[in-house]
Nanobody
Framework: QVQLVESGGGLVQPGGSLRLSCAAS????????MGWFRQAPGKEREFVSA????????YYADSVKGRFTISRNNAKNTVYLQMNSLKPEDTAVYYC??????????????????WGQGTQVTVSS
């Protein structure tokens, strides 16, 4: 089993920045991909970004490309999502996820086995 705990959410004005963290524990040697998803009220959970646990390859949704940056610190078993130039439409609960498989659909929530509890991000003036 893998446990994921997110932190770093909050209220920020449009144009501001936040950094989310996701600390992984347990059988982390099973992880191949780490991802961030988000879910706004009344909408489906959508892919935001992903990174390979060891190789550092990164992936982004078009809606966040150029504004968000995903990174990882293997020594701390932690993945980060740096969010800049935030917009009101970025408001959502952000979830960290982990996948064991190396051949997955990066942007499909169904391919991730482990999930955190989520952290609220609200972008509003």
């Amino acid at each position: 089993q893998v446990q994921l705990v997110e932190s770093g959410g909050g209220l920020v004005q449009p144009g501001g920045s936040l950094r989310l963290s996701c600390a992984a524990s347990g059988r982390t040697f099973n992880i191949y991909f780490m991802g961030w998803f988000r879910q706004a009220p009344g909408k489906e959970r959508e892919f935001v970004s992903a990174i390979t646990w060891s190789g550092g390859s990164t992936y982004y949704a078009d809606s966040v490309k150029g504004r968000f940056t995903i990174s990882r610190n293997n020594a701390k078993n932690t993945v980060y999502l740096q969010m800049n130039s935030l917009k009101p439409e970025d408001t959502a609960v952000y979830y960290c996820a982990a996948a064991r498989g190396s051949f997955i659909n990066i942007d499909s929530r169904h391919d991730y086995e482990y999930w955190g509890q989520g952290t609220q991000v609200t972008v509003s003036s």
